[in-house]
């Protein structure tokens, strides 16, 4: 059974930072691909990064230079680094995972999901 869960969400100040945190298991998680995604209120869902099995990295435009995906193999735990927080990034934050990497890497989501992690930031 694969189960992701989300930590790290909380309430800051814009220019603030935060770091979630998502611990994977079920997959064998070194050949899966991972991303996070957010959904604000009376919004869509919306890619935010992707990471594949070799490191490389993918962004939404919106985050990009702000916000650092990155995973460890090790503790089978993905991150994301949120530094420069600006009010719009307030959402629920959300981990997927895939073994079909095309579709994180496009930031389109993928099988399984964790409850998510709300981050809160203030002008």
């Known amino acids: 059974q694969v189960q992701l869960v989300e930590s790290g969400g909380g309430s800051v100040q814009a220019g603030g930072s935060l770091r979630l945190s998502c611990v994977v298991s079920?997959?064998?998680?070194?050949?899966?691909?991972l991303g996070w995604f957010r959904r604000a209120p009376g919004k869509e869902r919306e890619g935010v990064a992707s990471?594949?099995?070799?490191?490389?990295?993918t962004y939404a435009t919106s985050v990009k230079d702000r916000f650092t995906i990155s995973r460890d193999n090790t503790w089978n735990t993905l991150y994301l680094q949120m530094n420069s927080l600006k009010p719009e990034d307030t959402a629920m934050y959300y981990c997927?995972?895939?073994?079909?990497?095309?579709?994180?890497?496009?930031?389109?989501?993928?099988?399984?999901w964790g409850q998510g992690t709300q981050v809160t930031v203030s002008a």
């Open positions: 079920g997959p064998p998680y070194n050949t899966y691909c």
């Open positions: 997927a995972t895939d073994s079909r990497c095309w579709l994180l890497r496009s930031l389109r989501g993928g099988v399984y």
């Open positions: 990471i594949d099995r070799n490191g490389e990295t």
